[in-house]
């Protein structure tokens, strides 16, 4: 079973408020993901790490930012939530071996601004 | 730029029938392909990666299969139960950074 944790899950914050939303993976992965999903919509990566101080903007645009620190955790942050930001968010990590590794996702993050 | 389609987009079915959902890519340049289920608000649980190598996997009632160069893969579930019930997606993985283009999924209803 992945490992993988997301805090919170749901959120419901008024607009202009800051937010971070928590990932962390207790596997060791070098490699961790943000997607977004919109509701009945597809998967859309929005940031990537493949390691600690790199980090890097996904397919779809997004006003989100996120650092990587430390091995096993991965936070995004909002400086300024809008309801364009309402979707749920979903991280993942995945083993370091060449485009071979599964992965792993996190339960999500239901975001809703008002 | 890769694309990935799923069809049916919907699917309901009696118990303990046999189905297949389909997947296709449009560029065979791919490492991997991951089938994963989905439950309403919840994450993705992985339920097979096949290689780009292989021709297909099987975990229990479950048997996907991958032609890379006709662009299709589908997952084949053997004596359906209710609890199948969930959303199937399909990603491929198009680096070796493991990084993921999804299709839009199957929604499987399996009816007691």
């Known amino acids: 079973e992945a490992d993988i944790y997301q805090t919170p899950r749901y959120l419901v914050i008024g607009t202009g408020k800051k937010i971070t939303l928590e990932c962390s993976q207790t596997?060791?992965?070098?490699?961790m993901y943000w997607y977004q999903q919109d509701p009945g919509m597809e998967l859309h990566l929005i940031h990537y790490?493949?390691?600690?101080?790199?980090?890097e903007k996904g397919d779809l645009s997004s006003e989100s930012t996120v650092s990587r620190i430390r091995t096993e955790h991965f936070p995004l942050t909002l400086e300024s939530a809008r309801p364009s930001h309402t979707s749920q968010y979903l991280c993942?990590?995945?083993?370091?071996?060449?485009?071979?590794?599964?992965?792993?996702f996190g339960p999500g993050t239901r975001l809703l601004v008002l | 730029k890769q694309e990935v389609t799923q069809i049916p987009a919907a699917l309901s079915v009696p118990e303990g029938e046999n189905l297949v959902l389909n997947c296709s890519f449009t560029?065979?340049?791919?490492?991997?392909l991951q089938w994963f289920r989905q439950d309403p608000g919840k994450g993705l649980t992985s339920l097979l990666l096949?290689?780009?190598?292989?021709r297909e996997q099987t975990s229990g009632r479950l048997n996907a299969s991958l032609d890379k160069s006709s662009g299709r893969s589908t997952l084949y579930i053997a004596a359906s139960q209710p609890g199948d019930s969930a959303t199937y997606l399909c990603?491929?993985?198009?680096?070796?950074?493991?990084?993921?283009?999804f299709g839009g999924g199957t929604r499987l209803m399996v009816k007691p």
């Open positions: 990603a491929v993985v198009r680096n070796a950074g493991n990084m993921l283009t």
């Open positions: 096949i290689q780009s190598s292989q």
């Open positions: 790490s493949y390691g600690v101080n790199s980090t």
């Open positions: 560029d065979s340049a791919i490492y991997n």
């Open positions: 993942a990590s995945s083993e370091g071996f060449e485009g071979a590794g599964t992965q792993y």
């Open positions: 596997m060791g992965h070098d490699k």
